[in-house]
């Protein structure tokens, strides 16, 4: 398939990096206008006490307003396991398309079943606004911008890539920092190896963000690298790998990874587009299934 891929285009990229969940929010912004997207934003729980706040999704908000951008788009890679989105609460504020990929039905489907919702849980993918096939191109502003199907980590798992900028979710780690873990209910190891190298086909120079880092061996955090980095230096994939030997070693890996602390919340609010559920007398409640996941 050939993709929209335009690499006259440098849109300039706002990092928020969160700290609690070593996730990686952004604002992205159409050279040509003042139209932007964000792109996994998170909504911050303690999960201890039951308690949802704003302080990272106010954050882009006040980016947002202060660079007097308007907010068109507001992209989720994937159903996220390890922090809540905040694409509901920032889409309240401001308006914007919450999209993800077209696999969520099997998501949703998948955690529909864990988590016993009824009938009222919904697994047609309509509590979001669009969902992306692979090579759907739209727009932010004058920008082209096109979703990339990857999955592997997840069903749903889509790499945007916009101008020369991708946004690669769970795909990829830093080079130092590998590939992401494919364990999860529907993940599979030797699709996540199809997906890194569909990633890695995209020109060289094409600029790589993270989504996650976890600054190894003590290093900085860092989130932005390129396709040939990775290719040269990536510890999981790089330096010509084989297939065979990439899912040996992530699922031995995967194997003594514990659960994220926050999939149980996340999974629950994420697969509902970022909105937290409610019991029957219609207060956010969350469920914790036993033995289930
Ligand atoms: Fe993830």
Same mark, same amino acid.
């Given at each position: 398939?050939? =993709? ?42 303690? =999960? ?29 890679? +994937? ?9 509901? =609460? ?17 998501? %949703? ?22 969902? $992306?096939?692979?090579?759907?191109? =739209? ?9 990339? +199907? ?9 790499? +945007? ?30 699709? /996540? ?18 989504? +996650? ?8 955090? %860092? ?22 030997? $990439? ?9 003594? /990874? ?36």
């Amino acid at each position: 398939m050939a =993709y929209a891929v335009n690499m006259q285009e440098t849109p300039a990229v706002k990092a928020f990096f969160d700290p609690a969940t070593n996730t990686i929010s952004y604002v992205v912004k159409d050279p040509a206008s003042n139209a932007c997207a964000v792109v996994d934003a998170v909504m911050d729980i303690d =999960y201890a006490a039951g308690r949802i706040s704003y302080e990272n999704a106010d954050a882009l908000i006040a980016y947002i307003q202060e660079n007097d951008l308007k907010l068109e788009w507001l992209i989720e890679t +994937h159903v996220h396991a390890d922090h809540l989105s905040g694409a509901p =609460y920032i889409q309240q504020k401001l308006g914007g398309k919450i999209g993800i990929g077209e696999n969520i039905t099997v998501v %949703q489907d998948t955690f529909g079943k864990v988590f016993n919702e009824g009938t009222e849980f919904q697994r047609d993918g309509s509590q979001f606004d669009k969902l $992306f096939k692979d090579g759907d191109t =739209y727009k932010i502003g004058e920008m082209t911008a096109f979703a990339l +199907h990857t999955p592997g980590h997840t069903p749903a798992c889509m790499v +945007h890539v916009m101008g020369n900028a991708a946004f690669v979710g769970d795909t990829l780690f830093m080079p130092d920092g590998g590939s992401a873990r494919a364990d999860f209910p529907g993940g599979d190891a030797g699709e /996540l190896y199809d997906s890194i190298m569909k990633v890695l086909s995209l020109p060289d120079e094409m600029r790589l963000f993270m989504c +996650h880092d976890y600054g190894p061996n003590g290093r900085d955090i %860092q989130w932005e690298t390129t396709v040939a980095e990775e290719k040269a230096n990536n510890i999981h994939v790089g330096g010509g790998r084989s297939r065979e030997e $990439f899912i040996k070693f992530r699922r031995e890996r995967d194997a003594q /990874l514990d659960m994220p602390k926050l999939i149980i919340p996340s999974l629950q609010v994420n697969m509902r587009a970022g909105e937290v559920p409610t019991d029957r007398d219609g207060k956010p409640m969350l469920k914790v299934p036993v033995n289930a996941i």
